[in-house]
């Protein structure tokens, strides 16, 4: 049993889950793979304390005030996809990493992978935001691979004061 609530915010509506203590799933609307993780069935508790942690935390993140302690987290996923998930968590607010660069970091700690393994892991992030994975772009600097649409990675880079100005949109076709 999952447990669902909808709360909205600048980027438009957002879909929490929770298994009852921790956080499972965070979605926009319309993201790549929308509650693919939610398995079995679902019922509306907007009550649970990790949703209201979840959205204490995300109204001071879209205040651009100091943020709180993340609420417990627990993205359903492979060995694999929780250790790179688990270094998006590391990359600082306001700044960005590349797919190459979270390679680099998972082969240091002994976990074999290359950038396209990353970038799979990064695009089915089940809990956007909080795990940031749109502070990740492209070795160029390219601003690809949000499940959650481009407009709302930029949305939510800009926010955190990152300089979009040395960051571009690839155009259809291009190769990186």
Sequence with gaps: MFYIKTIPSPVGPLYLASDGEALTGLWLEGQKYFAA???GETQEQPDLPVFRQTGAWLETYFSRTP???LPPLAPPGSPFRR?????LLEIPYGETSTYGEITRKLRERGIPTAPQAVGGAVGHN???ILIPCHRVVGASGSLTGY?????KKQFLLALEGVDLTRLYVPKKGTAL
């Design 37 to 39: 993780t939610l398995d």
């Design 67 to 69: 943020l709180p302690a």
């Design 83 to 87: 250790a790179v998930w688990k270094l």
């Design 126 to 128: 089940p809990i956007s």
């Design 147 to 151: 499940a959650g649409g481009i407009e």
